[in-house]
Structures are given as structure tokens and as C-alpha cells.
T-cell receptor
Framework: AQSVTQLGSHVSVSEGALVLLRCNYS??????LFWYVQYPNQGLQLLLK??????LVKGINGFEAEFKKSETSFHLTKPSAHMSDAAEYFC????????????FGGGTRLMVKP | DGGITQSPKYLFRKEGQNVTLSCEQN?????MYWYRQDPGQGLRLIYY???????QKGDIAEGYSVSREKKESFPLTVTSAQKNPTAFYLC?????????????FGSGTRLTVV
């Protein structure tokens, strides 16, 4: 079984401030982890993913995430928020035993204040 | 360019009507998925299909039906039995069995009951 918990359904930051979106997962075997972004009235777009190897993963738009096995976490960060980062962000997990069925977290809506 | 096309983008349904949402992909992906998205409720899986002529119920299949007659196409019918169909519907596809691939999403269809 696998699950994902995203702490904070809404996060608000000021433009230029650090963005930190939290994701914790559970997986009985080594996980593959994903972050997706969804802008209003659009589909989900892949930001980044962790499969194997380097635990710090860089994605599009200046985002990065670090896989921490000991903490079962995959938090998403960006050093400096931009107004265009306002969107909903979803963390997802799968593993080799799940075929490729993704389990999604509940999502975090990021608001960026000017 | 390869991708997933959902149509229409907006759809209005009268009470008691069946409506069909289209999802077409040219990525040569085996697996396709339908999700429903309501405000504050994340993504909920309706149906998925791993191969042609086979599909499985997800978590909220009641009131919905699907078909998978072609690899490229996975239409979703919202029947009159679905009591609260107003929502945003997302289609996705992936390579079945390749866990680290992730999903590719369409741009969604917003269905409103009038």
C-alpha cells in the first residue's frame, strides 16, 4: 500500500520569499515520487520526479525537491516565489509493485502576495 | 507533438441527460485514466484501462461508464445516474508497467449541470 500526505491545503508567501510545500509518503518498497503543478482550468503538468540516484531533483521553473528516505519526505522548494507560481501543486507516489498507478496527495494551493 | 486532447473544454448538461467526454492520445501509451476534481477534494479516480477492451473501476465509478475500443481513445460517459456531475474531469495516460514514467494529463473538461 502507498499513500501521500501534503501538509497544508493552502500556503501563502510573499513574492520573492522561499516556497516550501511539504509532502510525506508511505511505501512498502522503494518509491518513485512526483510533483505536478496545475494552473486554473488546466491539466496537471509534471514539475519534477525522483526515480533513483541523486536525491536532490531539479525541475522546471526553478523548483527542486529532495528525497529523504529517513524522513519519508519529498518536499518541494523554490528560493524566490514569483507571481506566476500561484497554482495548485500535487505530490504523487508509486512503486514497482503498483504497476504505475500513482497515488496523489490532496494538493496544496500556493498563493503569492505582491 | 504528442499529447492528450480532451474535448470539449466546457460542457453543459441538463438534468437527466447522458453526456460523453472525449479523451484522445497520440503518445502510444497503453494505460489511460479518468479523474474527477472537485474544489478541495483533490483527484479522485473514476476508471482506468491498461489495455484495449479492458477497464477497471476506480474509487468513484458509480454513475459513469467508459469504453476502450482503440488504444488512442478512452471516452467517459456521465450518465443520468450520477447525481452530482458538476466537476472538472481530467484524462491521463501512461506506459503501463513502467512505474517511474508518471502520467501525462489532458487539459480537462469542465462539466456543469444546468
Amino acid at each position: 500500500a502507498q499513500s501521500v500526505t501534503q501538509l497544508g491545503s493552502h500556503v501563502s508567501v510573499s513574492e520573492g520569499a522561499l516556497v516550501l510545500l511539504r509532502c510525506n509518503y508511505s511505501s512498502s518498497v522503494p518509491p518513485y515520487l512526483f510533483w505536478y503543478v496545475q494552473y486554473p482550468n488546466q491539466g496537471l503538468q509534471l514539475l519534477l520526479k525522483y526515480t533513483t540516484g541523486a536525491t536532490l531533483v531539479k525541475g522546471i521553473n526553478g523548483f527542486e525537491a529532495e528525497f529523504k528516505k529517513s524522513e519519508t519526505s519529498f518536499h518541494l522548494t523554490k528560493p524566490s516565489a514569483h507571481m506566476s507560481d500561484a497554482a495548485e501543486y500535487f505530490c504523487a507516489v508509486t512503486n514497482n509493485n503498483a504497476g504505475n498507478m500513482l497515488t496523489f496527495g490532496g494538493g496544496t494551493r500556493l498563493m503569492v502576495k505582491p | 507533438d504528442g499529447g492528450i486532447t480532451q474535448s470539449p473544454k466546457y460542457l453543459f448538461r441538463k438534468e437527466g441527460q447522458n453526456v460523453t467526454l472525449s479523451c484522445e492520445q497520440n503518445l502510444n501509451h497503453d494505460a489511460m485514466y479518468w479523474y474527477r476534481q472537485d474544489p478541495g477534494q483533490g483527484l479522485r479516480l473514476i476508471y482506468y484501462s491498461q489495455i484495449v477492451n479492458d477497464f477497471q473501476k476506480g474509487d468513484i465509478a458509480e454513475g459513469y461508464s467508459v469504453s476502450r475500443e482503440k488504444k488512442e481513445s478512452f471516452p467517459l460517459t456521465v450518465t443520468s445516474a450520477q447525481k452530482n456531475p458538476t466537476a472538472f474531469y481530467l484524462c491521463a495516460s501512461s506506459i503501463w508497467g513502467v512505474a517511474n514514467y508518471g502520467y501525462t494529463f489532458g487539459s480537462g473538461t469542465r462539466l456543469t449541470v444546468v
